[in-house]
């Protein structure tokens, strides 16, 4: 099942979203546009419906409906997020459309309540809240039938789905220095303080064809590297290995702590896109990698994903990134902050002057970069 339309009214930094969204999607626009905050709202479903979480937990680790309402929210404040997914193609495929929206008491325990939540099956309504049962009882208002497996039977595909969307950033330090973060943390884990324990969790016949598979991506990006392999030490802690290639007669061999950055995070990338076939959300994973690799990055996800049928949303600044010419218009969300009215978001191919400019020859990264460029960006050069 993919997402194919977001749907987003007064999240975070945007008044008004209404995105189409194919089997991948690169997100870019200036500093603080919200392409984090975009990705989010696919968080916040998943968080709604994973056990143990539900709708109160996924606000309040978000610090409460204050900090999700966008600051350009005026007459009509309320939070809508609405998603469309497609199961299936052609004719016979199944559409289902979920969408809520949250308010806060105005006195007492200040607690978020449902303005409304629906549920749509090939057009037909499966769940429209509130219904006769909420009314009168707004404790009801405080929990989605999405989490509750007993109400949530005849949409019970979407919860699923939305709970194994998956999400990684990962911090490289994290892995290097595993004392400076808490480990037995319960939730997400984001920035992949726990990945190795996840990755030693895989059943051993994936878990060596995966890094086999790895292993053969760095000797190509990684000057030296002939091995990667995984092991536990005395104390059960899981590692990864590497074995280097140097004038010396005996290879030499090294942990994860002492891995460069870009080699991490080209390992976790690599493990994060074979492993599954939920939706992915990727942060600038371009971040510690050599330009030549992240050239190839584009082509490398769509590979992964075709052969898994995933679909992969990508945030990224990167000009590397965006020159590649497999990028369709329709593949790239522009945001575009609008100060009170809050940020902007159109897919390329809705722009005429980025058309116009790609038919003249131009990459994605030289006719939509620019666009993100601070107007005054220029006037840096004379901090002193």
């Known amino acids: 099942m993919q997402f194919?339309?977001?749907?987003?009214?007064?999240?975070?930094?945007?008044?008004?979203?209404?995105?189409?969204?194919?089997?991948?999607?690169?997100?870019?626009?200036?500093?603080?546009?919200?392409?984090?905050?975009?990705?989010?709202?696919?968080?916040?479903?998943?968080?709604?419906a994973k056990t143990g979480g539900g709708l109160q937990a996924a606000v309040v680790a978000r610090g409460g409906l204050t900090k999700l309402r966008c600051l350009a929210a005026r007459r009509d404040p309320d939070v809508e997020i609405e998603v469309e997914l497609r199961d299936g193609t052609?004719?016979?495929?199944?559409v289902w459309r979920y969408g809520i929206g949250l308010r806060?008491?105005?006195r007492g325990m200040r607690r978020v309540l449902l303005t409304h939540e629906k549920v749509w099956k090939n057009g037909e309504v499966a769940l429209s809240r509130p219904d006769q049962g909420d009314r009168g009882d707004d404790l009801r208002l405080t929990e989605t039938h999405l989490e509750q497996i007993a109400a949530n039977r005849n949409f019970r595909p979407l919860a699923e789905v939305f709970q194994k969307i998956l999400y990684l950033h990962l911090v490289p330090q994290l892995l290097?220095?595993?004392?400076?973060?808490?480990?037995?943390?319960?939730?997400?884990?984001?920035?992949?303080?726990?990945?190795?324990?996840?990755?030693m969790e895989t059943p051993e016949k994936t878990r060596r064809s995966r890094l086999k598979k790895i292993e053969s991506a760095l000797r190509l990006a990684?000057?030296?590297?002939?091995?990667?392999?995984?092991?536990?030490?005395?104390?059960?802690?899981p590692h990864l290995e590497a074995v280097y290639q140097h004038w010396r007669p005996n290879a030499g061999r090294?942990?994860?702590?002492?891995?460069?950055?870009?080699?991490?995070?080209l390992i976790g990338l690599l493990w994060t896109l074979l492993d599954g076939d939920s939706l992915l959300l990727l942060e600038e994973p371009e971040l510690s990698l050599h330009t030549s690799i992240v050239a190839k990055l584009p082509e490398v996800i769509w590979k992964m994903q075709r052969s898994r049928r995933?679909?992969?949303?990508?945030?990224?600044?990167?000009?590397e990134l965006f020159s590649d010419r497999g990028i369709a218009p329709e593949e790239v969300a522009l945001l575009k902050p609008h100060g009170s009215e809050g940020t902007e978001v159109e897919l390329a191919s809705a722009k005429e002057s980025i058309r116009l400019l790609l038919e003249g020859g131009m990459s994605m990264a030289e006719a939509v970069l620019p666009m993100t460029a601070p107007a005054s960006v220029s006037q840096l050069a004379l901090f002193d």
Request: charged fraction near 30%; glycine fraction near 8%.
């Open 4 to 48: 194919t339309r977001l749907k987003l009214k007064n999240w975070r930094n945007f008044t008004k979203v209404d995105l189409e969204i194919g089997e991948r999607l690169f997100i870019t626009g200036p500093n603080a546009s919200g392409k984090s905050n975009l990705l989010d709202a696919f968080r916040f479903l998943r968080d709604i």
């Open 222 to 237: 990684v000057p030296e590297l002939q091995e990667l392999c995984d092991l536990r030490d005395e104390k059960g802690i």
């Open 90 to 94: 052609g004719s016979g495929a199944t």
């Open 176 to 199: 290097k220095f595993p004392h400076l973060a808490n480990r037995d943390a319960v939730g997400e884990d984001p920035f992949g303080i726990k990945f190795l324990d996840r990755m």
């Open 104 to 106: 806060q008491e105005t």
């Open 254 to 265: 090294q942990r994860e702590d002492q891995f460069s950055d870009g080699t991490l995070r």
């Open 310 to 319: 995933r679909q992969v949303l990508v945030s990224s600044h990167s000009t």
